[in-house]
């Protein structure tokens, strides 16, 4: 499908030409904006959409069935979040690397501008907080994990003084650094680190501390001495993980011992919400998902040297991150069946043991619940490669910990990026705008007291923002090739009214199940994200009925705009 429908929108729709300026050379200041070779950035791009999305969310929908998570994905994937993450990069790179609030402004008008920045704020806000406690979690449930995702921040540092300063050969230094890495994780697999409490914070409130003022220090560095070489290793690291997923599926399936225990289809499971529109929203990454617009609009596009790079970085990485999610489904309806420990330290099999982990939808829920189905599976059919399952599930949990880490750190220079560029005046020094967001996610995560978790408090809001913010994206990446192809946009337009549709019902229901609980906080906050939807639908709407096939007269108005 990349070189079929991909080519087709990159060459046909928009156009995609080396001659076009890019934002990366023509403003490159060796700290943000710096031309990447495409393999590097599409490392980078890909460990930033990826995080835990495309695990959490596959694992949690398989309730419903194999079979709608695996269509949603297989045709989300390719129709709709391929075309929404290139088409949101693009438009960046022409336009200066700036962020997607911005170019709403230019495309729609201001007023809608500040209603998505609304959107884009409440959702990395979400972000950066929440990732610091899903990775204290991850360290909590894989000690074994602590030593070699921390181990790869130096191992980064270095390869990108061998590569950046002194010229050594990228792909063989990258090479070295993944071995010395996975060296690290059999260190870890046989010495776990657990956190123990300090001054009174739990475990998981030292660790989001610690991995803030991590995400602090990455995000005003400059992107070739930590982003870019660590993403790279996770790059490498992606594509050891799906290799090994990959021979266990083909192995343990040839040996017999792999089985599909779930149901095809399972419409009403006990305590879920009705899978039409839930399954659309639950499963994000992995399908569509609106926080890979910001990514291609934050970091991507002030990277990519060349405009014909940006189809395997934009429209590649959500394919292969579909690629991701498949195998988060085979490890959830048929690794799981192969053994699962539950609770009684009972060793569950076949039926049985999904069964067991899939009862009802409090039984499914939670974090450590969605992630352990996923690694314990992936490490039972690792294990019938013949290598031992404590070293499997070590490689996946910190497969999962570093992608979730170069999610926190990219949301945290995205935010930056966004609200220096909305209020230039007050948060013009990177330091003290990045000091900012790291305070709100403080903030949001020790409003619940010393557990750190205050963050959940917002996280039922998080899927309907999300859906909503891809949903409004494709509104502007319509009405941009209104005004440049007579029917081109149909690419976007459809998968537009799709997501609005889904978005709208979920936010609709989800004010209600909010006020059955009688949570002011998730009502009002609910009601501003639904107002805002339909604000920028509207004045979208407006706009593209308003604009003619004509690049031209288009071009004309964005100058006087």
């Known amino acids: ?38 393999e590097v950035i599409f490392g980078h791009h890909f460990a930033s959409i990826a995080g835990t999305g495309p695990i959490v969310g596959p694992a949690i929908a398989v309730i419903w069935g194999w079979l709608p998570a695996l269509i949603w994905v297989f045709v989300g994937s390719i129709v709709m979040g391929a075309a929404h993450d290139f088409g949101t990069l693009i438009l960046s790179m022409r336009n200066q690397g700036k962020s997607l609030s911005e170019f709403t402004g230019k495309y729609i008008n201001t007023r809608t501008k500040y209603f998505l920045f609304f959107i884009v704020f409440m959702e990395l806000w979400i972000i950066v907080a929440i990732f610091g406690l899903v990775i204290a979690i991850l360290f909590k449930m894989y000690p074994q994990s602590v030593i070699p995702v921390w181990l790869e921040i130096p191992i980064a540092v270095y390869l990108g003084y061998l590569v950046y300063k002194k010229g050594a050969n990228l792909a063989l230094w990258s090479i070295i650094a993944v071995v010395v890495m996975y060296l690290t994780i059999i260190w870890g697999a046989y010495m776990p680190l657990a956190m123990p409490s300090v001054l009174g914070l739990s475990p998981i409130a030292v660790w989001s501390i610690i991995l803030l003022i991590y995400a602090f220090i990455a995000s005003v560095l400059p992107v070739t001495t930590l982003l870019q070489p660590r993403d790279y290793i996770n790059s490498h690291e992606l594509v050891i993980a799906l290799a090994l997923l990959v021979l266990g599926v083909l192995f343990a399936g040839f040996s017999g011992d792999l089985h599909i225990v779930a149901p095809a289809v399972r419409p009403h499971p006990e305590g879920t919400p009705p899978l039409w529109p839930f399954l659309f929203i639950t499963i994000a990454c992995g399908a569509i998902s609106g926080f890979h617009a910001l990514v291609s609009s934050g970091t991507s596009s002030k990277q990519v040297r060349k405009e014909t790079d940006s189809l395997f970085v934009g429209y590649g990485s959500m394919l292969m991150e579909g690629s991701l999610a498949t195998l988060v489904i085979i490890a959830t309806t048929a690794g799981i069946g192969m053994g699962y420990l539950d609770k009684n330290g009972d060793v569950l099999t076949g039926v049985s043991a999904w069964t067991h982990h899939y009862a009802s939808w409090a039984a499914a829920g939670g974090l450590s619940s969605k992630v352990g189905a996923f690694v314990e599976g992936s490490a039972n059919m690792i294990e019938s490669l013949g290598i031992p399952k404590g070293i499997a599930m070590t490689i996946m ?28 005046n007050v948060f013009k020094n990177k330091y003290v705008s990045t000091g900012f967001v790291i305070l709100v996610a403080l903030i949001l995560i020790f409003s619940s007291g010393a557990d750190g978790k205050g963050a959940l408090a917002l996280w039922p809001l998080f899927g309907a923002v999300n859906q909503t913010l891809a949903a409004l994206a494709l509104i502007v990446v319509t009405i941009y090739l209104k005004g440049r192809s007579k029917w ?11 997501m609005l549709t889904v978005s709208m019902w979920a936010v609709i229901e989800n004010q209600f199940n909010f006020g059955a609980k009688h949570n002011i906080l998730l009502q009002v906050l609910n009601a501003i994200i639904f107002i805002s939807m339909i604000w920028v639908t509207f004045e979208g709407g407006a706009k593209f009925f308003n604009t003619t096939y004509s690049p031209t007269r288009m071009d004309e108005e964005l100058k006087r705009s």
């Open 397 to 424: 949990g910190v497969f999962v910990a570093s992608f979730a880490g170069t999610t926190m750190d990219t949301a945290t220079r995205v935010q930056r990026y966004l609200i220096t560029e909305t209020f230039p």
């Open 488 to 498: 081109g946009w149909l690419v976007s337009l459809i998968p537009a009214l799709f």
């Open 1 to 38: 499908m990349y070189r079929v429908y991909g080519k087709f929108i990159g060459n046909k729709i928009f156009k995609l030409s080396d001659n076009n300026p890019v934002p990366a050379v023509e403003l490159e200041d060796g700290v943000d904006f710096v031309p990447t070779k495409k």
